[in-house]
């Protein structure tokens, strides 16, 4: 089954929220440092990142899309 | 009797070197996400307050920390912390726009500035406000004799800022204007979702437009394809008339700015000022500085809204309008401190004797000088190239950090 990763470089976020408001299921506002935190997201160096299925695929891309700072990348991999 | 505050812009700690060098009162600067050059400028870090105060401390400047995009429930935790931390390391005042800011700063004690980014534009606001601050920046929009008469009635009907003294009023004396009354303006949040009301404008006014009629698809002719580019203000040839007015702060715009623009215009307002105190301010000085201000990143330049004109002028280029500018050459490799002499290595182009330089660092800040003399392997030589190391006097300390630049014509 084709999978994807969705990666989010943290620290550039700018904190607007744009992300939740597309996919508030898998993107939260931190009340600690108002960056959006991507769910269940393994750090590496800064890159936050998960990986989805090809049903997320519109929701994810939607908030790589909305992103004003455009830190959200989505690659997709075959296993 | 001339005590205007010079405020110069803060976005790096090249910048911010370049600042106190040019001579600046006061700067101002931003740390994380919570201010209006999120996207454009390095931002400050809050574990870098300290180092910030103790540098302004060390120098006698004040420092001002901006905290004044439009705030959401999630962004309340990060803002307090920034107001505790600030107030830890002595930062001198928080400049704020929004009213939950501007109350906590009142309980923490921190002196709080009204940011222009709460359009202050009557007395009455000013009034307002004052229950929280000391120092109101009025809107950007005002002519210069609105802004006296709210400076006349705040002596009129004593009004005090929580200190206990008048109220002070600020200005922005030059930079950047915006084509919108500051802070209404959602083009760049409208076409990328990007908004200038939390410092990530995208500056869609700065770009070339052609109006379509979409009924029959014509294409109207317009002689300035820029029209919504505002020109940059400069008001450093009727300086007199603001210090005059009684004017506390004058505000240089430019936190996305290099080191030399910061340098530049810090030091020829502080000259203008000095000047203005001294009784020796005139228009050939004024000629003098307006031509070295162009040399640095302009859009050409107007009197704002001060003058009362009654529409914009606009630009007529895209990017900077500069008479000036630089090529990077290469960085520093170290510094000779009994001779006076910096080794360099050149990482593009070239540079020759007689080239004019400038030097930036965050511990050098800004340094102009003119190529007399190249030395490699200690002999004399015309020219370097691409890869070489090379030495030249250079009057401060050299380090990796810093970056060598060559000045041209543009």
Known sequence: ?79 | MNNTELLAPVGSFESLMAAIQGGCDAFYFGVEQLNMRTRSSYNFGVDDLPNIAEIAREHNKKAYLTLNTILYDYDLRLMQEIVQKAKEAKIDAIIAADLAVISYCKKMGIPVHISTQANVSNIETVEFYSQFADLIVLARELTLSQVAQIIKEIALRKIKGPSGNLLKIEIFSHGALCMAISGKCYLSLHTHNSSANRGACIQNCRREYLVTDKEDGFELAIDNQYIMSAKDLCTIDFLDKIVEIGISVIKIEGRGRAPDYVYKTTKCYRQALDAIAAGSYNQEKVKIWIEELATVYNRGFWDGYYLGRKMGEWSAIHGSAATQKRIYIGKGVKYFTKSGIGEFVVESHALSIGNKIMITGPSLGYLETIVDEIRVADQEVETVKKGQHFSIKVSQKIRPSDKLFKIVDS
């Open chain 1, 1 to 79: 089954m084709k999978q994807f990763t969705v990666t989010q470089q943290r620290e550039k976020c700018i904190g607007c929220n744009a992300c939740v408001e597309v996919y508030p299921e898998k993107w939260r506002m931190s009340q600690k440092d108002g960056k959006a935190t991507l769910v269940r997201a393994i750090n590496k160096k800064g890159f936050y990142s998960t990986t989805f299925h090809a049903h997320e695929w519109k929701a994810f891309n939607l908030a790589a899309q909305h992103c004003p700072v455009k830190i959200i990348n989505i690659s997709s991999k075959h296993d």
